[in-house]
């Protein structure tokens, strides 16, 4: 029973190790779609038609305006990449570290034959001790 937990234990952290893993990949090569449209929400809520301001409209173009500058979602989205990679790195550290526990668990079962299974007794067993 113990060895097909471990078996089965290791298919989904493996599963889940990729899953995550890959995750983070698409995350990281997206990286740059996702500060343009944080820089969008940020130009999206600076714009204000007003007689002393007018956002610059040029045809085919997003429209420039003020808090043109990446900086802010450069750094937000990078610290968000950073924080993920720890999350997934330390994560995946302790599934596989627990995993690798129950196998060396059940092999020591195994290895010592202590794996036997329970015998039912009945009730008039129990009596006479």
Not at 89 to 95: A, L, R, T
Not at 100 to 125: A, F
Request: a neutral charge; aromatic letters at 14%.
């Amino acid at each position: 029973m113990v060895r097909t937990y471990h078996i089965i234990n290791w298919f989904f952290v493996l599963l889940v190790l990729t899953a995550t893993l890959a995750y983070w990949i698409y995350f990281k090569v997206k990286q740059d779609s996702y500060v343009n449209d944080c820089q969008g929400y940020v130009n999206a809520g600076s714009l204000t038609e007003n007689g002393v301001y007018t956002p610059v409209k040029i045809p085919g173009k997003p429209i420039v305006a003020g808090g043109a500058d990446k900086s802010y979602c450069i750094d937000m989205v990078n610290r968000i990449v950073i924080g993920s990679a720890i999350v997934v790195f330390v994560g995946n550290f302790i599934q596989v570290y627990f995993a690798s526990s129950i196998g060396i668990y059940s092999t020591s079962l195994k290895r010592h034959l202590q794996h036997q299974q329970l015998r039912s007794q009945d009730d008039d067993d129990m009596e006479k001790i």
